[in-house]
């Protein structure tokens, strides 16, 4: 019954991040799931508490976060868009192996295969999230490239859009979202030869 409030834990761990990915728009917040996301976190941790009073804490502790990353990695693909590139499906494929690995006992190699695969998976992670943000909007808010010195601006970009620019010139230009000002990149043109 222990293993049964464990993988229920886990499940109930996705729903937290869903509900925080949901419970705020460019309208506002939005309660209910805002509320989702509190009682998810609560159902899980209550169901880990009653896990860890027969299953060893580490194995339960790398099982329910195991479930929940897992579980969170592939609705952002299938829900949120994110990127299902090989080298993250690579590194999420690690974190299970490490979590496995805890059931077939070999010292330290559960723990290094998860730093491993965390670490590849966040790196990863990173570039392709920079990758795609220049050239669609992946994100739920809608975003704006709106050149520094005015010489280009895409409008407003919802969800999804893609929007090209042509450059007469060779040369780097900066840019900004005007919807999130702290958001900035930069362009570089180069010649043809």
């Given at each position: 019954m222990?293993w ?15 509900g ?11 309660p ?8 998810s ?5 209550a169901?880990l508490?009653?896990?860890q ?8 502790y790398?099982?329910w ?13 299938l ?9 993250r ?12 690995l805890?059931?077939?006992?070999i010292?330290g ?34 975003h ?10 895409t ?25 999130h ?11 043809k030869?």
């Open positions: 222990a049964l409030y464990l993988v229920l834990a886990g499940i109930c761990e996705i729903g937290w991040p869903v925080l990915k949901l419970g705020w728009t460019d309208q506002g917040a939005r209910l799931w805002i509320l989702f996301a509190v009682v976190m609560s159902a899980s941790g169901l508490l009653w896990a009073r027969f299953i060893p804490m580490g194995t339960a790398a099982v976060t195991g479930i929940g990353a897992v579980g969170a990695f592939t609705l952002g693909i829900i949120f868009g994110d990127s299902a590139s090989t080298v499906m690579v590194s999420i494929a690690l974190i299970v192996a490490g979590i496995v805890i059931f077939v006992h010292p190699a559960a723990l290094a295969y998860s730093i491993i695969g965390l670490v590849i998976f966040a790196a990863f992670t990173m570039f392709d999230f920079q990758r795609l943000r220049r050239s669609k909007n992946m994100d739920s808010a809608p704006t490239a709106t050149a520094d010195d005015g010489s280009f601006d409008g407003t970009l919802e969800r999804g859009k893609l929007k090209s620019e042509t450059f007469k010139r060779a040369g780097t230009f900066a840019y900004h979202c005007e919807i000002p702290q958001m900035h990149g930069s362009v570089e043109v180069v010649e030869d």
